[in-house]
Structure formats: structure tokens, C-alpha cells
Antibody, heavy 119, light 111 residues
């Protein structure tokens, strides 16, 4: 069955970087886009970026341009989110979600990964 | 600040009908479909409505969506206690290279 399994919680200091992975199972990896969203404590959902696993093409949200990089590894059906120059307000639960192209039509989600940024 | 504007809160009593609005612009709701999600604490968001008014299989017909111009709404009829959750609208935005936008979310309380 379709599953998106994310890496575990991370703690980082301000200014550091973090990588969150999203390993997919149960479907053709290159047939669906992967989107990344996050939810900070007390805040709503915020879209960050998407990747087309077929060709590696990416689109980044304006709030994250220059700080986020998405990549994929087709041999392991895994997508990676790299976020650098972390700030305390990057503390959030980060979700990957399977989407149909670029639109926010998500049928399966990862379980979420808590990233805590604290000195 | 979200470009898709939702009321921060809504409420109703069991059995009532409530609506949640989502306001955008030409570049998002005006030119693109709206999607609605239900999010319960500690869970992953659930797609309720896609392409303005379509329900995925398994979503009760108590949930309905509509869109007109740059505004959209989600209606929940026959309100139940388990409907208490956060609700988000989302859409593609054509500005610059494009991006996905989410509304700020509406906390629905069942009184």
C-alpha cells in the first residue's frame, strides 16, 4: 500500500542546516509529485516547495527561496528537504505529501517530522 | 500573512449547517481550483474537497464546496462533534513561477 515514511525528529542550533527525508512505498515514484509543507506551533499549514521526481524539477515558495533545496534519489524512491540557516521560527512539524502535479491535491502524507531550532 | 483569507474561527451546534469562506485573487482562486482540508490535532490533514466541489471517496456528502470568482466556501451540514477541527483552503497561484497557497485556517468549534 502507499506509504510515505519520514525521518525522525531533529534538534538544531540557529544558523545550522537540517535534512528531512521522505521515503515512498507502494506506487510508481516518478508518477506523482512530492510537496513539502510545515506547521509551526500555534500556526497553520504553510506550503514550502515541490519536486517532480521524474525529472527533479522543483518549485520553491517565496518565503523559502534560497534556503530550501529539494532533491530526490530514484534508486530508493526518496525525496529530501534541506533547509539551511535555521532560525527559531523554523521550529515546526515538516510534512511531505503526495500530489497530483503542482496543485495541492494530496492523497497521502508522511507522518511528519518535528524540527526544533534552539540555542 | 496568508494570501488566501479565511475567518480564524467558526462555530455551530450539532445538526446545524456552517460555512467557511476563503477569499483570494485572480492569480489563485480566480484562475485555479480550490481544495479543502480538515486537520485534527496530532493527525495528518485530510482532503475534503478537490477541484472546487468534488469529494474524494469516503468523504460524507455533508461536506460540500463551491467557488465563484475569487471566493470559495466550504459548507458542512448536519454538524457533528467529530467535525471540530481546523479547516484550510488551498490553491495554486500563478504569480511569478507559481506556488501553492494555503489559507490561514479556520478553527471550527462544535458547541
Amino acid at each position: 500500500q502507499v506509504q510515505l515514511v519520514q525521518s525522525g525528529p531533529e534538534v538544531r542550533k540557529p544558523g545550522a542546516s537540517v535534512r528531512v527525508s521522505c521515503k515512498t512505498f507502494g506506487y510508481m515514484f516518478t508518477n506523482y509529485y512530492i510537496h513539502w509543507l510545515r506547521q509551526a506551533p500555534g500556526h497553520g499549514l504553510e506550503w514550502m516547495a515541490l519536486i517532480n521526481p521524474s525529472d527533479g524539477g522543483t518549485t520553491y515558495g517565496r518565503n523559502f527561496q534560497g534556503r530550501v533545496t529539494l532533491s530526490r534519489e530514484t534508486s530508493t524512491n526518496t525525496v529530501y528537504l534541506d533547509l539551511n540557516n535555521l532560525k527559531s521560527d523554523d521550529t515546526a512539524v515538516y510534512f511531505c505529501a503526495r500530489g497530483i502535479f503542482t496543485v495541492p491535491n494530496y492523497d497521502f502524507w508522511g507522518q511528519g517530522a518535528l524540527v526544533t531550532v534552539s540555542s | 500573512q496568508s494570501v488566501l483569507t479565511q475567518p480564524p474561527s467558526a462555530s455551530g451546534t450539532p445538526g446545524q449547517r456552517v460555512t467557511i469562506s476563503c477569499s483570494g485573487t485572480i492569480s489563485n482562486l480566480g484562475n485555479n481550483f480550490v481544495y479543502w482540508y480538515q486537520h485534527l490535532p496530532g493527525t495528518t490533514p485530510k482532503l475534503l474537497i478537490y477541484k472546487n466541489n468534488q469529494r474524494p471517496s469516503g468523504v460524507p456528502d455533508r461536506f460540500s464546496g463551491s467557488k465563484s470568482g475569487t471566493s470559495a466556501s466550504l459548507a458542512i451540514s448536519g454538524l457533528r462533534a467529530e467535525d471540530e477541527a481546523d479547516y484550510y483552503c488551498a490553491s495554486w497561484d500563478d504569480t511569478l513561477k507559481g506556488s501553492v497557497l494555503f489559507g490561514g485556517g479556520t478553527k471550527l468549534t462544535v458547541l
